[in-house]
């Protein structure tokens, strides 16, 4: 693990993964655009991942991803929850963040 991580964002980047794994496909498209955007209108979400991504439900995959606590809804938009916003700052894309939750041991 990189010295660049503090044992507080360790904990969080285990927990994030043990969500990750059990997310289906289209909450992973969900969450990785959600994640690399980190505050989306809502419009643009639900076109933009029906669209590009083939999510053809998206409010309801936002949903479900709600309830595990990695996105918010806001006043007419989906936003990274704030308990991962540290760690998006630090680790910037998705493509990124999947290299290092790969290699936590």
């Given at each position: 693990?990189?010295?660049k991580f503090s044992e507080e964002e360790i904990k969080t980047l285990y927990k994030l993964r043990e969500l990750i794994v059990r997310f289906s496909s289209d909450?992973?498209?969900v969450f990785s655009?959600?994640?690399d955007n980190i505050?989306?209108?809502e419009i643009i979400f639900e076109r933009d991942l029906n669209q590009i991504y083939g999510v053809r439900k998206p409010i309801l995959v936002a949903v479900s991803l709600r309830e595990k606590g990695v996105i918010e809804r806001g006043e007419g938009c989906y936003n990274l929850a704030?308990?991962?916003r540290p760690l998006r700052k630090k680790i910037g894309n998705f493509q990124d963040l999947r290299l290092i939750l790969d290699r936590l041991p």
């Open positions: 693990m990189p010295a909450e992973i498209k655009y959600v994640w505050s989306v209108g704030r308990w991962l």
